[in-house]
Every structure is written in structure tokens, then in C-alpha cells.
């Protein structure tokens, strides 16, 4: 094992990922769940020939500069979002950063169809009164929702994501399909694209955001955009918290601009602010869009794919 190449896992990942890792690499992995430290980081690049690392990892440009000499030739991002890597100061480096799209896609579009479904539906606020021992029982007027079939959905960020959010809602509840994006997609079904965010907002009976995130999204989604929505729809957020106006978001549901929001991701996770925890029409997830076991491992082995690929001499499948 002494010529193998040494990774560095930045969390731990499912057996079925770690065990054939071992097999091929000098493996280590961080015991510690929380995101590294700017110390761990530059340890990690200075000691290791490649790193695993994953969503809140930072490897800013002022962390490659510190690292001094770095050992670390490729970044196997864990997770398709990369926003918490400078891909442009980690190529300046010499360093290739990989991510694992296509593993992440359906689970999830499936994530943002249970948060359409449970804002829409006022599953949350239903789920707590029989906790709390406060449902009295059936009547016909008792939490009423927002029926989703037959309505317009409009999805921001026509990505693989997107895609597979739009077939759900086309294929499966016969939704109207409205979206965003910078190009023209090939669907195979009808969609009518908008020229600006707040523009689609105003049409659709629920807003999914699933664009990624980055410097040049941030905040890319405020005020504009909630006042545009009807008071009868719904916001729906399963890409990158920073993304959305966190503040404005709260303030157009305070002031019922906005009948309800689905949230999985946070601007500042994971702090979530005790204006939405305290919102009964709010449906809060903690960051769970993949978590499925066989999408983990999928996620696992498509990151090691690209490190195997990599230490073979040829050009990774999923470089960013």
C-alpha cells in the first residue's frame, strides 16, 4: 500500500463506498461530521494526493495561497454543487475539481416534489396538531391547501435537476410547465420559457429553485420575485440557500405576499432563523435532497470513478 495514492475523505460515506476506496487508495478518513477547518484544509492539500471533500468544505482562493507547497492534484467533489470550492484558484494551482452529477438528479427532483406536496398541502401544520394532541378530528373546512394537479409549476434553473422536476410535475400531477434559464431546453413536452425570474413568478401557481449556486447566483432570487408571485402560491427551494434573499423571503411570508414556502436548503445553514422555524405555513428540511443510501453510494462511487480515472492518466468523467 505504500505506492498508493493517499486520500483524504473529509466525511464518512457508506461502507459500501469506503471498502473498494481501501481496496484502491491509501485511504484516510475524517472522523468528524461538521465542515473542515481552514487548518484541516490546508493540511489536507499539503498531505494528501487527492481529497474527497463535500458540501461546506471551503477551498477559497486565500486557502489554496496559504497551503504553500500542495501536494493535492484533483478535488473529487462529493455532491454535484460546487460553490464551496474556487474552481478557477484551484486550477491555478494545478488542481482538477470532479463532481458527481448525474448520481444526485432524481432523488433530488424527488425531494422538491415532497416539499411542493407538504406546502401545498399543509402537511407540516397537519403532521404537528396530531403530535401536539390538538386535532378534534375530520371537518370540511380543516386545513385546507392548495391542490397541485392541473396547476402551473414554474422551475428556475432548467438544469438536469430542473428536468427531472418538470417530468414529475408534467407527467405525473398534469402540471403547466413555466421556467427560467439562459437557454432553450428540448423538452419533450410543452414548456413556455420566461425572460426573467419575477416574470415567470407572476404566471405560475408554485416557484422551484433549482439553479446553482455561486458567486453569480447570489441572492439572485429577492424581493422582486415574491412580490410578483400570486398570494396563493408557493416557493420552492432544494438548490443553494444563499441563492434566495433569505430576509425578503421572510418578509413576503409575514406579510402574506405569499401563501406558503418548501425550504431544504438555508442561507446560513445550518442557522435557521427562528422567523421561519416559527411559520406554520413553512416546511423545513434539513439539507436531506440525497439522502438515500443507494444515491449516497452512487454519489460515492461516481466521485471515486473520477478519482481512479484521474490517477490512470485520462481526463475524469464529471470535471468542472
Given at each position: 500500500?505504500?505506492?498508493?495514492?493517499?486520500?483524504?475523505?473529509?466525511?464518512?460515506?457508506?461502507?459500501?463506498?469506503?471498502?473498494?476506496?481501501?481496496?484502491?487508495?491509501?485511504?484516510?478518513?475524517?472522523?468528524?461530521?461538521?465542515?473542515?477547518?481552514?487548518?484541516?484544509?490546508?493540511?489536507?492539500?499539503?498531505?494528501?494526493?487527492?481529497?474527497?471533500?463535500?458540501?461546506?468544505?471551503?477551498?477559497?482562493?486565500?486557502?489554496?495561497?496559504?497551503?504553500?507547497?500542495?501536494?493535492?492534484?484533483?478535488?473529487?467533489?462529493?455532491?454535484?454543487?460546487?460553490?464551496?470550492?474556487?474552481?478557477?484558484?484551484?486550477?491555478?494551482?494545478?488542481?482538477?475539481?470532479?463532481?458527481?452529477?448525474?448520481?444526485?438528479?432524481?432523488?433530488?427532483?424527488?425531494?422538491?416534489?415532497?416539499?411542493?406536496?407538504?406546502?401545498?398541502?399543509?402537511?407540516?401544520?397537519?403532521?404537528?396538531?396530531?403530535?401536539?394532541?390538538?386535532?378534534?378530528?375530520?371537518?370540511?373546512?380543516?386545513?385546507?391547501?392548495?391542490?397541485?394537479?392541473?396547476?402551473?409549476?414554474?422551475?428556475?434553473?432548467?438544469?438536469?435537476?430542473?428536468?427531472?422536476?418538470?417530468?414529475?410535475?408534467?407527467?405525473?400531477?398534469?402540471?403547466?410547465?413555466?421556467?427560467?434559464?439562459?437557454?432553450?431546453?428540448?423538452?419533450?413536452?410543452?414548456?413556455?420559457?420566461?425572460?426573467t425570474p419575477a416574470?415567470?413568478?407572476?404566471?405560475?401557481?408554485?416557484?422551484?429553485?433549482?439553479?446553482?449556486?455561486?458567486?453569480?447566483t447570489h441572492h439572485?432570487?429577492?424581493?422582486?420575485?415574491?412580490?410578483?408571485?400570486?398570494?396563493?402560491?408557493?416557493?420552492?427551494?432544494?438548490?443553494?440557500?444563499?441563492?434566495?434573499?433569505?430576509?425578503?423571503?421572510?418578509?413576503?411570508?409575514?406579510?402574506?405576499?405569499?401563501?406558503?414556502?418548501?425550504?431544504?436548503?438555508?442561507?446560513?445553514?445550518?442557522?435557521?432563523?427562528?422567523?421561519?422555524?416559527?411559520?406554520?405555513?413553512?416546511?423545513?428540511?434539513?439539507?436531506?435532497?440525497?439522502?438515500?443510501?443507494?444515491?449516497?453510494?452512487?454519489?460515492?462511487?461516481?466521485?471515486?470513478?473520477?478519482?481512479?480515472?484521474?490517477?490512470?492518466?485520462?481526463?475524469?468523467?464529471?470535471?468542472?
Amino acid at each position: 500500500m505504500g505506492s498508493a495514492k493517499k486520500v483524504y475523505i473529509s466525511r464518512a460515506l457508506p461502507d459500501d463506498v469506503i471498502a473498494p476506496a481501501r481496496a484502491e487508495f491509501d485511504v484516510t478518513v475524517r472522523d468528524n461530521t461538521a465542515p473542515m477547518t481552514v487548518n484541516e484544509v490546508i493540511s489536507a492539500l499539503q498531505g494528501y494526493d487527492a481529497i474527497l471533500p463535500t458540501l461546506g468544505d471551503q477551498f477559497s482562493a486565500d486557502v489554496f495561497a496559504d497551503a504553500g507547497e500542495i501536494r493535492c492534484k484533483i478535488l473529487a467533489n462529493f455532491g454535484v454543487g460546487y460553490n464551496h470550492i474556487d474552481v478557477a484558484a484551484a486550477a491555478a494551482h494545478g488542481i482538477t475539481v470532479t463532481n458527481t452529477p448525474g448520481a444526485v438528479t432524481d432523488a433530488t427532483a424527488d425531494i422538491a416534489m415532497t416539499l411542493m406536496l407538504m406546502s401545498a398541502r399543509r402537511a407540516g401544520e397537519g403532521e404537528r396538531l396530531v403530535r401536539a394532541q390538538k386535532w378534534a378530528g375530520w371537518h370540511p373546512t380543516q386545513l385546507l391547501g392548495l391542490h397541485l394537479s392541473g396547476k402551473t409549476v414554474g422551475i428556475i434553473g432548467m438544469g438536469r435537476i430542473g428536468q427531472a422536476i418538470a417530468r414529475r410535475c408534467h407527467f405525473g400531477f398534469g402540471m403547466d410547465v413555466v421556467y427560467f434559464n439562459r437557454s432553450v431546453k428540448e423538452l419533450p413536452f410543452v414548456a413556455t420559457k420566461t425572460a426573467t425570474p419575477a416574470a415567470l413568478a407572476a404566471v405560475v401557481d408554485v416557484v422551484v429553485l433549482a439553479m446553482p449556486g455561486g458567486v453569480e447566483t447570489h441572492h439572485f432570487i429577492g424581493a422582486d420575485v415574491f412580490s410578483a408571485m400570486k398570494p396563493s402560491a408557493h416557493f420552492i427551494n432544494i438548490a443553494r440557500g444563499d441563492i434566495v434573499d433569505e430576509g425578503a423571503l421572510m418578509d413576503a411570508l409575514e406579510a402574506g405576499e405569499i401563501a406558503g414556502a418548501g425550504l431544504d436548503v438555508y442561507e446560513f445553514e445550518p442557522q435557521v432563523p427562528e422567523r421561519l422555524r416559527v411559520m406554520e405555513n413553512v416546511t423545513l428540511l434539513p439539507h436531506m435532497g440525497t439522502a438515500a443510501l443507494d444515491v449516497r453510494i452512487g454519489m460515492g462511487m461516481m466521485a471515486f470513478d473520477n478519482l481512479k480515472t484521474f490517477f490512470d492518466g485520462e481526463t475524469p468523467p464529471n470535471c468542472v
